[in-house]
C-alpha cells in the first residue's frame, strides 16, 4: 500500500494570502506505509519536513488488505483484515474504557497485559460490547471464518481472491457495525479514543512561529472509517469489491486541494479532508 504525501513548506506557501482556496500537484512523494505514522518528506524544491498520517491503524490494515487483493496476493489480505479486525477489538475496548471514566494510565496499563495474546483480547472486547450494549456481539464463526484465517496465517493455505474478498466482507460488515454502535452509544468518546491512538500529537502546540518546523497532517479516507464514514456517491460505499476501482484511481497523480479552515466547513460540513497543521 502507498500513502499520497504533500510537501507542507510547499503546501504553506501556496496557501500565504489565499482565498480561503488553493491546489497544489501531488505527483510524488508517495510513500510505503510505515509502523509510527510519521512520515520524512523531501520535495522538488529540496523542503525537507514531516507529515503525519491522521488515521488509527485498524483503518489502515484494513485498506492494506483491500491493497494487496488489488495486487494480486490474497494470502496477504486475508491477514491483514485479520489484524485490522483484532486492532479494532482493542480500539473499541479504549473506547469503552474511555466511556467508564476510567483513567489513561489504567486503561494502558491494563491493555499491555492483554496485548500480546489475541484471545485475551477476544475477551476484552466480549465484555466490553456486551457492557456498553447490553447485547452478546457478533464475532467471528468459528466454524467458517475462524478455521479459514488459522489455516491462512498459520498453515500457510494460499486462499483464492474470491476467498478473501469474502472473509474481508465479513469483517468489514463486523466493524463497520460496530462504529455506529459507538457512534450512537458513545460520540464524545469514540472522538477522543481516535485522537488518542492516532499518531497526529493533538496535545501539540498550534503554531509556534517557527515556518523551519512546519509539519503536515493528512487523514486518508479509508474504507472503514471511524470519523468519515462513506455515505451517499462517495465512492467508498460498498463492499470489498467495490473498493478496487477507487484504489486504482487513488494511485493515479492528483492535485490537493486546500481549503481554510472557514472555507471547508461552507464546501463539507461534515467532512474534514485534510488539515494543514499552520495556518495562516
Ligand atoms: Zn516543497
Known sequence: MIVKLFCPKCAYEKTKGFDGHASL??????????????YEVKCGKGHESSVILDNVKFELLFEMGLNAIVDGYPREAVSSFASALERFYEFYWRVVMNHQGISKDAIDSSWKTLSKMSERQVGAYVTAATLLTKKSPTLLNTNKEVPFRNKVIHNGYVPTTEEAISFGNVIMLLINNDIEKLRELAATVLDLTYKEQSPHDYDELEDDGDESIIRGCVNILTAVDVRHPPKGNDRRVGGVEEQFNRIRKEREPTRMQMLSAEEMKKRFPDRKLLEMENEP
Open 25 to 38: 500537484d501531488v505527483p510524488v512523494p508517495l510513500t510505503r506505509l510505515s509502523d509510527s505514522g510519521e
